[in-house]
């Protein structure tokens, strides 16, 4: 299925629930940590027991905050409700939420390619615990029985709902990764969202170009990754265009999304509205930051994504979407400080783009990357060279001009590769006839003879220069 | 003045709240649930406009608990009280249906 | 009836005079004699009573002050948490659940050196007004078996009056203290909210519970609540600081101190024998230096409609959990919804049930407005028109019950008749204050009746010199009406 993009718009808005990193649960003082043995993060809040009470983390608060601000947000006063409902997993049978009043309003998000997403709301909740359900290939709904641990019940969750300003499964991932690492810089999460320390539930609608009203949306569970939430929204979105132009209508309804064949499936239709009975949590008080808190935190938040790509692409002139993936790998101040040691601004981003994936990057001496650009500019190693040295650098923290002479990387004089290269066309006539005639496949020919003639130390662009040179 | 509750109102929320009722269970808690319903009839007829609803009696702000770990429950002793467990954990019959 | 007091016990086994295992032998053995015709309690904690009188009297023996309430047997309302002790909320949902925790107010008992001898029961889930609505079947008033004890804390409030313990623990969430005191003529108090931990107290309105104390004297009740009472880090609604220091102040008298008769609780549906009661509490009041005016809390009667909207409204949210996953009862089911369905219908009575669906009508989408978010607004008035009355008057009185206690199996036909025995104590738990039932002679058929002091919030000290000049005055009357 694909849909015609000139005629339909999907619109997209996405509600990302995150855990957030404080070392107890958001209303008591059970460990928040993943995994364990079940039922061992436990105390009569976490079980829900008869007489007890939730007290409120301060830190889960700080760091609603930290996102809050981070996320261009009015940071307000606010109070719990609770959501009623029944569930095994839900050891209180209502969810201690916020309702009215979120600790977080109206705020926006910036994407890497400049689209500026709104930010409705961000509020505190608490995480449910976990069932795993026994016997039918452990599917819901053929299991014998579940078996219920409580480990992650009461962990803090930071629900973070965005507006519908998406129209594209591109800009819903470039959405989610980049909430993703605005969650990590301010230290609110781990950002994993395999894991599901991050959960994403997309609305998905689509509408005929032109058209003022949103179509009828559906909800997507179960989206675990960036790759599936891409498929999920373009495969909805399909689903719902081929029902529209069918003659058949949208139907409000929370799906599925199931990686394994690819598709969206029913969960249940919203026909019959949930009745939460939301009402404020007696046994909770009123939340009020104020401005002393905001401004103290607002004064310790790190550099932003945004910000930190707009600087690395003003101080290099670098366009911004080149940048981008530099700062996701937090090469930024790496690269800046190399410049500082005067490296040349564009090697400088184009090695953390393409040579500095390793984890360890980060790592890296600015003065010896710097050393290493500088070798490289100056003619002294090839850009294979300086890939390689850059690789070695990376393992051992070596400096650049050791490792290339401890691999024998040395210049070559421009005239010895002019004999070689001769030498090579003298030997080869056939060959050459061929590749004056235009038959790019023999090129190759070429350059790995000359390689192996200088063992590797010549650079391939210097030799296919050579050889257009010769040709004339 | 609300409309008197009627023995629809009463089954959606018995099933809200997980109650089953017999027939002649239904038609009493109908009419006792419609009698204390009624008496609410003199706040409904208050002007209430302007006044700010109290959801607790007291003004705190702000209380908070440190984020530090304290004691876990005993796991053991908590299954002990459980109606049914199975390996640390709490086993319930097959759950129908996902949360919300 | 006349009963040793709890300071007297705790000063004689802190001297040295008497052992906390012969004060405790002597309470058990009064228990023996007539538990089974009160039925104040669901449990009776012989053995572990016995450890703690034990360990109390090793510490006097070692020299050490085990603390204000030595060797003092105290009988806690079965909706309190204790830990490996059964706690079941006169439910048979929650029977022979055993909480791994003890409620911060146990704990307080137990750190001051008081023995604790039971469980004592109450309403189911202290919904009720006449602890009839106990699934383990109901306690008599001591004073006439033949009548309820008050309620929900009707156990506690028996326990006293029978003897079987100086002091107890209730819960107040529209009078279940002060109502119950009223009837077994003992001295109750509902203090401010916030003044009391609720932490282990099992929940039924949030925002309305609060523990107190049953005791005979003022002076008991008072030291039980500095004992028990303030700041827990464990309850996000615990006003900072101590109790007020009510200990200090039960002898300063009333002179100078203003108070004010509720006009609303004098008139229709209170017993012309209980509102003589009552303006005799005020003339001897005025008597010993008190200025007695009549005042009018014109919301007071919209107290009972906000209530049965608020707090079945919270009960409802509060009773989910009882959903047979984590403890108490099950009843198995095909699948796990209709297992929590068939568990709550056989673990709940028809109280708790009718207050459930109660409470889920009036949150439910399209009626919160109309029923919660009116009855929240009443709750805003009320505390307006109490503000006003203490303006001119520091503390209020009424009558605690509107009868003395009445016969068992007369209201429990017809709901609303029995929720009328609370139009007089709920609208400080809607309001969020304090107030004490005090034993003031007795009505025309010889029970007990209570009079009502009424404070606002922390306004516990004016409350306690007030009860302390009734108790006085109904003494010097020499118990007759």
Not at chain 1, 270 to 292: N, Q
Not at chain 3, 421 to 432: H, Q, W, Y
Request: aromatic share 6%.
């Amino acid at each position: 299925m694909s849909i015609d993009l000139d005629a339909w718009e999907i619109v997209v808005g996405l509600e990302v629930h995150t855990e957030l990193l404080t070392r107890t649960k958001l209303f008591s003082s059970a460990i928040n940590e993943f995994g364990g043995e079940p039922n061992t993060h436990i105390d009569p809040l976490t079980l829900g027991l008869p007489g007890s009470l939730p007290v409120l983390n301060e830190q889960a608060v700080e760091l609603a905050i930290r996102v809050g601000l981070a996320l261009n947000c009015e940071v307000q006063r606010s109070v719990f409700a609770r959501k009623n409902y029944f569930y095994p997993d839900l050891p209180k049978d209502y969810q201690i939420s916020q309702f009215d009043l979120p600790i977080c309003a109206e705020g926006s998000l910036e994407l890497p390619n400049g689209k500026v997403v709104g930010i409705e709301r961000a509020h505190l909740e608490e995480d449910t615990g976990k069932s795993t359900h026994v016997g039918g290939g452990g599917r819901i709904h053929d299991a014998q029985h579940s078996l219920v641990d409580y480990n992650r019940a009461g962990v803090p969750l930071l629900e973070i709902v965005g507006k519908p300003d998406l129209r594209s499964a591109e800009d819903a991932r470039a959405y989610v990764a980049e909430l993703r690492s605005i969650l990590v810089a301010v230290g609110a999460s781990d950002g994993k969202l395999e894991e599901g320390s991050m959960r994403v539930d997309c609305n998905v609608s689509v509408r005929r170009r032109g058209d003022a009203e949103l179509g009828t949306r559906c909800e997507i569970k179960n989206v675990n990754s960036l790759r599936s939430l891409g498929r999920a929204i373009e495969y909805e979105a399909a689903r719902q265009v081929d029902l529209i132009e069918s003659g058949e209508r949208v139907r409000q309804q929370t799906r599925h999304w199931n990686e394994d064949d690819g598709r969206t499936h029913t969960l249940r239709t919203k026909e019959e509205a949930d009745d939460y009975r939301y009402f404020t949590e007696p046994d909770l008080v009123e939340i009020d930051p104020g401005p002393e808190w905001i401004e103290r935190v607002r004064a310790v938040l790190p550099m932003l994504p945004a910000a930190r790509r707009h600087r690395l692409s003003t101080e290099t002139g670098v366009p911004l979407e080149r940048v981008a993936l530099v700062v996701e790998r937090g090469l930024d101040e790496l690269c800046l400080a190399a410049i500082a040691e005067g490296a040349d601004p564009e090697r400088t981003v184009t090695h953390a783009e393409h040579n500095l994936s390793d984890a360890k990057a980060a790592d890296l001496d600015p003065a010896k990357f710097a050393a290493l650009v500088q070798l490289e500019t100056g003619g002294e190693l090839t850009a294979t060279q300086a890939k390689t040295v850059l690789a070695e650098m990376v393992e051992t923290g070596g400096a650049p001009a050791d490792i290339a002479a401890a691999k024998g990387f040395e210049a070559m004089e421009s005239g010895e590769l002019e004999g070689i290269v001769d030498g090579l066309i003298a030997a080869h006539p056939e060959e050459w006839q061929r590749y004056c005639e235009g038959d790019g496949k023999i090129t190759g020919f070429f350059v790995g003879g000359v390689m192996k003639a200088t063992g590797g130390k010549a650079d391939g662009k210097a030799v296919t220069a050579l050889l257009q040179a010769r040709k004339g | 003045m609300a409309e008197r509750i009627t023995t629809e109102d009463v089954t959606k929320v018995a099933n809200l709240a997980r109650l089953a009722l017999t027939p002649d269970e239904l038609e009493t808690f109908t009419g006792q649930l419609a009698e204390i319903l009624e008496h609410a009839d003199d706040i409904a007829a208050l002007d209430l406009a302007g006044v700010e609803p109290m959801a607790r009696p007291l003004p705190l702000v702000n209380v908070f608990r440190a984020d530090e770990p304290g004691t876990p429950l005993d796991r053991d002793e908590v299954l002990a009280c459980a109606p049914v467990s199975e390996d640390g954990q709490f086993r319930v019959p097959p759950v129908l249906g996902e949360a919300p | 009836m006349s009963f040793a007091d709890a300071l007297s016990i705790a000063a004689s086994v802190r001297a040295g005079d008497r052992t906390a295992t012969e004060v405790l032998e002597e309470h058990l053995g009064r228990i023996a004699e007539r538990e089974t015709e009160i039925h104040a309690f669901n449990l009776v904690t012989e053995q572990d009573a016995r450890a703690t009188a034990a360990a109390v009297d090793a510490a006097v023996a070692a020299g050490n002050d085990p603390g204000p309430l030595a060797g003092v047997p105290v009988a806690i309302k079965d909706n309190l948490c204790t830990r490996g002790v059964p706690t079941t909320c006169s439910s048979k949902i929650l029977e022979g659940w055993r909480p791994p925790y003890d409620a911060t107010v146990v704990q307080r008992l137990a750190a001051a050196g008081a023995v604790a001898v039971g469980k004592t029961n109450l309403d189911e889930f202290a919904m009720g007004s006449s602890t009839e609505n106990s699934a383990f079947g109901p306690t008599r008033n001591p004073h006439d078996t033949s009548r309820v004890p008050g309620g929900s804390s009707g156990g506690s409030a028996a326990a006293v009056a029978a003897g079987f313990a100086p002091i107890s623990l209730g819960s107040d969430t529209g009078g279940s203290i002060r109502q119950p005191a009223a009837l077994c003529g003992v001295v109750g108090v509902k203090p401010t909210y916030g003044l009391v931990s609720r932490l282990g107290l099992v929940a039924f309105g949030s925002s309305l519970d609060q523990v107190g104390p049953f005791a005979h004297t003022v002076a008991d009740a008072a030291l039980v609540c500095e004992v028990v009472g303030g700041h827990d880090a464990g309850d996000s609604t615990s006003i900072p600081g101590d109790f007020p220091a009510v200990t200090e102040h039960l002898s300063d008298g009333v002179s100078g101190l203003r108070v004010g008769i509720v006009t609303e609780m004098m008139g229709e549906g209170i017993a012309p024998d209980v509102a003589a009661r009552v303006r005799a509490a005020a003339a001897a009041l005025a008597a010993a230096g008190a200025t007695v005016e009549e005042v009018s809390v014109p919301a007071v009667t919209f107290g009972l409609s906000a209530y049965y909207l608020v707090a079945p409204a919270e009960a409802s949210s509060n009773l989910s959990r009882y959903d047979g996953v984590r403890f108490g009862n099950r009843i198995e089911a095909a699948t796990t919804g209709e297992m929590m369905t068939a568990t709550r219908t056989a673990g709940f009575g028809d109280e708790v049930k009718r207050r459930i669906m109660l409470g889920t009508f009036v949150l439910s989408a399209g009626y919160f407005d109309a029923f919660y978010g009116t009855a929240q607004k009443v709750r805003t008035l009320m505390r307006q028109d109490f503000d006003a009355a203490y303006e001119q008057f520091d503390v209020l009185i009424s009558p605690t019950s509107p009868t003395t206690a009445f016969a068992i199996g007369d209201k429990t036909a017809d709901p609303m008749t029995m929720y009328l025995n609370d139009i007089c104590t709920i609208p400080t738990n809607l309001a969020g204050h304090a107030a004490m039932s005090v034993p003031f002679g007795t009505g025309d058929d010889g029970l007990p009746v209570g009079v009502q002091v009424l404070a606002p919030a922390l306004g516990e000290i004016p409350m306690f010199r007030a009860a302390a000049v009734l108790e006085a005055a109904a003494l010097a009357e020499g118990g007759a009406k």
